[in-house]
T-cell receptor, first 116, second 115 residues
């Protein structure tokens, strides 16, 4: 069975600090996909990024960057120079197409609070 | 262009009543998903449609739950004889077809409160 663990329940930082959100996953599939979603106070999940299991290249998008390491089964998310608008719950999710079809398995989320 | 829409946004019902939620996916997305999210938890998968066919169902989807997607467009999720444990946010998502690699786009959810 697949599992996603986000060990950090809550993180609080001061604006302009860098922050890294951890995500560790478990799966026996050789082909799988990893995702990050943001859930602001309004409640709607916003897609941020998708990575597939055979592409370990790290990605940067503006202030966001993602570090995918198969050796440690981790897919961590870093926000550089955090802003108050980054305050939200962030979810890491896993899709294992071989064993679980199209469903996403989510972690329990990390509540990020960026204080001014 | 509009995203995934869900109605109603909030629903308060008494225990034992039936409720029905509606989801309109992004147009041209032939895959539609339902998830449930309780407070402080990540979303949990309930069921998935490809066009009008319901292809996957979670163990969470008890006999009191039924979902349909007639004509492969909008979908409805019905809960019969609601229980207090059904109180949660019900999320709908859609994705393009072709392969299963695409990300899912979520709607704003329907928050159900069973009193």
């Amino acid at each position: 069975a697949q599992k996603v663990t986000q060990a950090q329940t809550e993180i609080s930082v001061v604006e302009k600090e860098d922050v890294t959100l951890d995500c560790v996953y478990e799966t026996r599939d050789t082909t799988y996909y990893l995702f990050w979603y943001k859930q602001p106070p309004s409640g709607e999940l916003v897609f941020l990024i998708r990575r597939n299991s055979f592409d370990e290249q790290n990605e940067i998008s503006g202030r966001y960057s993602w570090n995918f390491q198969k050796s440690t089964s981790s897919f961590n998310f870093t926000i550089t120079a955090s802003q108050v608008v980054d305050s939200a719950v962030y979810f890491c999710a896993l899709r294992c197409t071989e064993t679980s079809g199209s469903r996403l398995t989510f972690g329990e989320g990390t509540q990020l609070t960026v204080n001014p | 262009d509009t995203g995934v829409s869900q109605n109603p946004r909030h629903k308060i019902t008494k225990r034992g009543q039936n409720v029905t939620f509606r989801c309109d996916p992004i147009s041209e997305h032939n895959r539609l998903y339902w998830y449930r999210q309780t407070l402080g938890q990540g979303p949990e998968f309930l069921t998935y449609f490809q066009n009008e066919a319901q292809l996957e169902k979670s163990r969470l989807l008890s006999d009191r739950f039924s979902a349909e997607r007639p004509k492969g467009s909008f979908s409805t999720l019905e809960i019969q004889r609601t229980e207090q444990g059904d109180s949660a946010m019900y999320l709908c998502a859609s994705s393009p077809g072709g392969t299963s690699t695409y990300e899912q786009y979520f709607g704003p959810g329907t928050r159900l409160t069973v009193t």
